[in-house]
């Protein structure tokens, strides 16, 4: 790898996410190309000089890029400093042949929302990818690309379906182990994904993933308080490992398991 160059690319197991690719480059330029996926792309430091379609762009931070599939683009540093960005490569699918047009006329999209939605997706992406939570994300901001392509921004929508919140919920309750997939719940209770995130959130005043890690949180504190040790117990309740219990225990209560378990010794 040249010097100067640090690349992360993965697959993150989500549907309509083909790789996620966060990289720093200084001298490093790309030639021109094309892909096969959307390129959904975020700056974080300096900025990058492209062609798209023989014409010239560029990205900054305060920007969200978005690159159809199929049209020769390239890219390079705009100053020596280099930069460093996030991608996300979308199946050609999620957005559609028929926006591509659209995209080669405006790939710039202004739009701190969008951005903030995803920095929040990306987190959701790593270290290790928290699926219900991703596919979430991925809804909101595939909805609000969706929206820029037609020239149709908008506001978030008021959606109240509390009949369908509920019935998400018991779904929650019932696969909390296992987890359930936003896809599969949306085939389950013929919902869009998008208006189950929305309708869930507006009923029980946070969105299903943060719900799901409470339901699995709060088993995490029964099994541990009955002396069944942290690396047990992760696996137990629906978490990938200890470290990734300890993560959200932490987020939570602001303490480790192994801490919380302890801490019932001092009252006896």
Same mark, same amino acid.
């Given at each position: 790898?040249?010097?100067?160059?640090?690349?992360?690319?993965?697959?993150?197991?989500?549907?309509?996410? #083909? *790789? !996620?690719?966060?990289?720093?480059?200084?001298?490093?330029?790309?030639?021109?190309?094309?892909?096969?996926?959307?390129?959904?792309?975020?700056?974080?430091?300096?900025?990058?000089?492209?062609?798209?379609?023989?014409?010239?762009?560029?990205?900054? $931070?305060?920007?969200?890029?978005?690159?159809?599939?199929?049209?020769?683009?390239?890219?390079?540093?705009?100053?020596?400093?280099?930069?460093?960005?996030? %991608?996300?490569?979308?199946?050609?699918? =999620?957005?559609? *042949?028929? $926006?591509?047009?659209?995209? %080669?006329?405006? @790939? =710039?999209? *202004? /739009?701190? #929302?969008?951005?903030?939605?995803?920095?929040?997706?990306?987190?959701?992406?790593?270290?290790? =990818? *928290? +699926?219900? &939570? #991703? &596919?979430?994300?991925?809804?909101?901001?595939? /909805?609000?690309?969706?929206?820029?392509?037609?020239?149709?921004?908008?506001?978030?929508? !008021?959606?109240?379906?509390?009949?369908?919140?509920?019935?998400?919920?018991?779904?929650?309750?019932?696969? =909390?182990? &296992?987890?359930?997939?936003?896809?599969?719940?949306?085939?389950?209770?013929?919902?869009?994904?998008?208006?189950?995130?929305?309708?869930? +959130?507006?009923?029980?005043?946070?969105?299903?993933?943060?719900?799901? +890690?409470?339901?699995?949180?709060?088993?995490?504190?029964?099994?541990?308080?009955?002396?069944?040790?942290? #690396?047990?117990?992760? @696996?137990? !309740?629906?978490?990938? /490992?200890?470290?990734?219990?300890?993560?959200?225990?932490?987020?939570?209560?602001?303490?480790? @398991?192994?801490?919380?378990?302890?801490?019932?010794?001092?009252?006896?």
């Amino acid at each position: 790898m040249p010097s100067g160059s640090r690349v992360t690319a993965w697959r993150p197991g989500v549907p309509g996410l #083909a *790789e !996620v690719f966060h990289a720093s480059f200084t001298d490093h330029a790309y030639p021109s190309h094309t892909h096969d996926a959307w390129t959904l792309l975020v700056v974080d430091a300096g900025a990058i000089r492209y062609d798209l379609d023989r014409h010239a762009h560029g990205a900054a $931070r305060s920007e969200v890029t978005l690159l159809p599939p199929g049209v020769p683009h390239d890219g390079r540093a705009h100053t020596p400093a280099g930069f460093r960005k996030r %991608v996300l490569y979308l199946d050609a699918d =999620t957005l559609g *042949e028929d $926006r591509v047009g659209s995209a %080669v006329d405006r @790939p =710039t999209l *202004e /739009d701190p #929302a969008l951005r903030a939605r995803l920095s929040q997706l990306h987190a959701a992406l790593a270290p290790r =990818t *928290e +699926t219900l &939570e #991703a &596919e979430s994300r991925l809804a909101l901001v595939l /909805d609000r690309l969706r929206q820029h392509l037609a020239g149709t921004v908008a506001p978030p929508p !008021v959606v109240r379906d509390d009949v369908l919140a509920d019935r998400l919920r018991d779904l929650l309750d019932a696969r =909390t182990v &296992e987890g359930l997939g936003l896809a599969d719940a949306g085939e389950l209770l013929g919902a869009p994904p998008t208006h189950l995130v929305r309708c869930f +959130t507006r009923r029980h005043g946070l969105p299903p993933h943060r719900y799901l +890690t409470g339901r699995r949180l709060d088993r995490a504190r029964r099994l541990l308080l009955d002396g069944v040790p942290a #690396a047990q117990v992760a @696996p137990a !309740v629906g978490f990938y /490992d200890q470290a990734h219990l300890t993560r959200h225990f932490r987020r939570l209560l602001a303490t480790t @398991p192994a801490a919380y378990a302890r801490s019932g010794s001092i009252l006896v």
